[in-house]
């Protein structure tokens, strides 16, 4: 049987300079080589070591909804929240009522907010 650990994710972007610049400043992510290719695509790392991988694709149609999302945690998402504010990011439950989060049946509280190209992002205190 084989093991496996989650690595990275790549998301399609329109504008890799306006991704990159987003992600650095809602998640604090340091950006690192591309050491896949010589081609546009930027990386950035977590804490933990995986990746988020932007590749540029200017002329893709980006398809999105909110079920299609990847999720991050924090211990303090009441303070995430002041943050986001802060930066003026709209953020939501999953019912899309602004400046409110959810808190689902086992207790975790969510919220979600988009990207610059419209992807979901969950953030949540399942720490």
Do not use: C
Request: hydrophobic share 40%; aromatic share 12%; no cysteine.
């Amino acid at each position: 049987m084989h093991s496996f650990n989650f690595n990275h994710i790549a998301l399609s972007v329109k504008d890799v300079t306006e991704s990159i610049a987003f992600y650095q400043k809602v998640f604090q992510l340091k950006e690192i080589e591309n050491t896949a290719s010589d081609s546009k695509t930027r990386w950035l790392i977590f804490n933990d070591g995986r990746q988020l991988h932007l590749i540029p694709r200017p002329d893709a149609v980006i398809k999105i909804n909110k079920a299609v999302h990847f999720a991050l945690a924090t211990s303090d998402i009441d303070a995430f929240m002041q943050e986001l504010e802060a930066l003026d990011i709209t953020y939501s439950d999953w019912k899309d009522s602004p400046k409110k989060d959810y808190i689902r049946m086992d207790g975790i509280k969510q919220v979600y907010f988009q990207d610059p190209n419209g992807y979901w992002i969950e953030v949540n205190n399942d720490v």
